[in-house]
């Protein structure tokens, strides 16, 4: 009788001790929180057929520092310093200076940085993990979000990639490599506009 009780409280401590999704996605992204990779990424259509597909380079320091920059055809710099979102399009030569607010809530920096409370307070997060693949399923609180879902992937404590879908239904896959989980330089995340560049700030006004 004594060994069934102590089996009984050994299997309900083990729920009460399971970890959330959150909780549990929290832990796998916390050596993602500060990072740089390469990445390869494809936007997919309503069908899954590639409309484009590029490559570049990351580093996130946290949800408003972050750099993204994507190679040619498509070259393109993005860089977060904490008070402003610098969106340089090199083709174009034209500069945008936007605040940093919401807009970027579900931006990968902002995921890859959250913690359990700012995770399953913005998404329902949901484990949907597949053989030894780990799967989690994030769906925004918020009905007016652009974004419908994301889905992040983790090879063990690995993360493969993240696939954000909008609310058309199209969807980008952002495929990591050459993670590396150093401290990126903090210069990384100073953007100067190049002479010449047509810059246009957010409310319209120009310099």
């Known amino acids: 009788m ?3 009780t102590l089996g009984l409280l050994c299997v309900c401590w083990s729920c009460l001790v399971t970890a959330s ?4 996605l929290a832990r796998l992204l916390e050596p993602y929180r500060s990072f740089s990779a390469k990445f390869e990424q494809s936007t997919l259509d309503q069908e899954g057929a590639p409309i484009n597909q590029m490559t570049g380079e990351l580093s996130i320091a946290s949800s408003s520092i972050f750099y ?8 393109q710099v993005i860089v977060a310093d904490n ?3 610098w969106i340089f399009d090199e083709d174009l030569y034209q500069v945008q200076v936007r605040p940093i607010d919401d807009a970027i809530a579900a931006s990968p920096a902002a995921i890859l940085t959250g913690g359990p409370d700012t995770l399953g307070s913005r998404f329902r997060v949901t484990d949907e993990s597949e053989n030894t693949m780990a799967v989690y399923r994030l769906v925004p609180r918020a009905t007016d979000e652009v974004t419908r879902q994301i889905l ?3 090879d063990g404590d690995r993360l493969v ?8 239904g199209n969807r980008s896959l952002v495929t990591l490599t050459a993670v590396t989980h150093d401290q990126p330089s903090p210069e990384r995340f100073h953007f100067t506009p190049p002479k010449g560049a047509d810059v246009i700030y957010a409310i319209g006004e120009r310099r």
Do not use: G
Not at 21 to 24: K, N, R, V
Not at 161 to 168: G, N, T, V
């Open 2 to 4: 004594m060994r069934r």
């Open 21 to 24: 999704p959150p909780d549990e």
């Open 68 to 75: 993204w920059k994507t190679n040619p055809p498509f070259s």
């Open 83 to 85: 008070e402003v979102l």
């Open 152 to 154: 992040l992937r983790f």
């Open 161 to 168: 990639d993240l696939s954000i879908e909008d609310a058309l």
